[in-house]
């Protein structure tokens, strides 16, 4: 005889408790638990799940361990070899996460036909039939022999299908839709995404074989399920962007083999994804002509920089109350910036409204932009133009100094490569400054030096 059990887990950490808490005790996070319902054998107090796939290996030293055979799939993509660390490793589990219709499985179709032409990959699809899968695929013009389309969400006959393909890469579109079948809880609930990421990362494990997960995200912008299932994985991927932008920004957050500070940006179209080499040209290839507002910055992702625009507005407050927008860039720092501003060059803003953007739906998570952010703002309110071959960089401190950052030298050449003249970055840097080209460098102290270099 089996009964039901009600428990209540976290969706933070996985932990279970007979009642619902307001805050988890071992996470501490708040109004995350949820409640389960699973069958278990009469007498058995504890739920345990069989596994389906066994992982295991023979103790050996370190030193007769050979890595001979750990070489990376490279998959032609280079935007997403460049995210992924240089390929992807035999026998890893990737989690990719992103909002609904983002272009995660149009992505991974992509991936299937660069890997299609040596190895075997299984896709399997809980969300859509096989004819869909099909033809979405004809749309991007995939037609590889070696691609095998599963319709199923049911663990165990994924399993058997694995074992009878033996394919190089399997991919579950998405772990919410595949369910443990020794567990009685619903798709997508803690405890089957939990186990049914164990059995995967078995999978990856035993049979050497790339796994990729998609996963979907909450309305926080989080992976639904547990906290525990991106610790399970070796690559968490994320597409960031609304769907709405035609520009996917793809950054790994989390990289067992690799870095997590590259990016990949593609952009989406009729025919798919299409991978975007030079960035710079197209987020500076529609910046307006002659107008008040606009800076040039140059950011870093990893070891890549790439030039943003920096738009900022102000306008006169309808309200007691004046308020601050910012997209792609850190609000707090904004406000930073404006009060700044307003001790420094006695700028009246407390009844000014002002909006910064970062142009293409970029986000900036360096502080290396908030000179080239304060002289947008400065030259929105005041009204003058900056020169539009004209780049900067720098972080502001709070009084009103501008601070050294990091990789200027690569800065100031990929500027000069887009033919930029000048470049105003912070003094510090040009004490170890061994540029060489043509551009002028010019070192600023202050941000107050900086605002009249662009207004001279």
């Not at 996985?14 to 319902?37: H, I, M, V």
């Not at 002289?375 to 601070?403: H, K, N, Q, W, Y």
């Not at 887009?418 to 840097?429: D, R, T, Y």
Request: contains cysteine; positive net charge.
């Amino acid at each position: 005889m089996k009964k039901q059990r009600i428990k209540f887990l976290c969706r933070q950490c996985g932990y279970d408790c007979a009642q619902w808490l307001g805050r988890c005790p071992s996470c501490g996070a708040w109004n995350s638990f949820t409640e389960e319902k699973f069958s278990e054998p009469a007498g058995k107090t504890h739920f345990v799940s069989k596994q389906l796939a066994g992982f295991s290996s023979e103790v050996l030293k370190l030193k007769e361990i050979s890595i001979k055979d750990f070489s990376r799939y490279r998959t032609a993509i280079k935007e997403f070899d460049n995210v992924i660390g240089g390929g992807i490793v035999p026998g890893s589990l990737i989690l990719l996460g992103g909002a609904p219709g983002i272009g995660k499985s149009t992505l991974m179709l992509h991936i299937s036909n660069a890997l299609g032409s040596k190895n075997k990959i299984l896709y399997v699809s809980g969300e859509e039939s096989l004819s869909q899968v099909k033809s979405r695929a004809e749309r991007l013009k995939i037609e590889k022999d070696n691609i095998f389309l599963f319709s199923e969400t049911n663990l165990q006959n994924i399993i058997t299908a694995v074992d009878k393909i033996q394919p190089n890469f399997l991919v579950v579109d998405s772990i919410q839709t595949t369910y443990h079948p020794e567990i009685s809880s619903a798709p997508g609930t803690v405890v089957q995404v939990r186990e049914t990421a164990a059995e995967f990362l078995r999978i990856a494990k035993s049979k050497d074989i790339a796994v990729f997960l998609l996963g979907h995200i909450t309305k926080e912008g989080d992976l639904a399920g547990p906290r525990v299932l991106e610790h399970i994985v070796d690559t968490v991927l994320y597409f960031e962007n609304e769907r709405a932008h035609k520009y996917r920004i793809l950054r790994a957050f989390k990289n067992r083999f690799g870095p997590t500070s590259e990016i990949g940006i593609f952009e989406m179209n009729s025919w798919g994804l299409s991978e975007i080499s030079n960035p710079s040209l197209v987020f500076l290839g529609e910046r307006a002509l002659n107008s008040a507002g606009n800076a040039i910055t140059v950011s870093m992702e990893g070891t890549r920089p790439f030039l943003l625009e920096v738009q900022a507005l102000t306008s006169r407050t309808a309200f007691g109350l004046p308020r601050r927008m910012v997209s792609g860039y850190d609000a707090n720092r904004v406000t930073i910036l404006i009060a700044v501003l307003e001790k420094k060059l006695n700028m009246p803003f407390g009844m000014q409204d002002v909006f910064v953007n970062i142009a293409g739906g970029v986000k900036i998570k360096e502080t290396s932009a908030d000179l080239s952010v304060a002289c947008a703002i400065m030259s929105a309110s005041v009204g003058f133009i900056c020169p539009r071959d004209i780049i900067v960089f720098g972080e502001v401190g709070l009084s009103g100094e501008v601070r050294s950052v990091s990789f200027a030298m690569e800065r100031i050449c990929e500027a000069e490569k887009l033919g930029f003249k000048k470049a105003i970055i912070p003094k510090g840097n040009l004490k170890n400054l061994s540029y060489k080209g043509a551009m002028e460098v010019i070192g600023t102290e202050t941000i107050d030096s900086a605002v009249k270099f662009l207004r001279a």
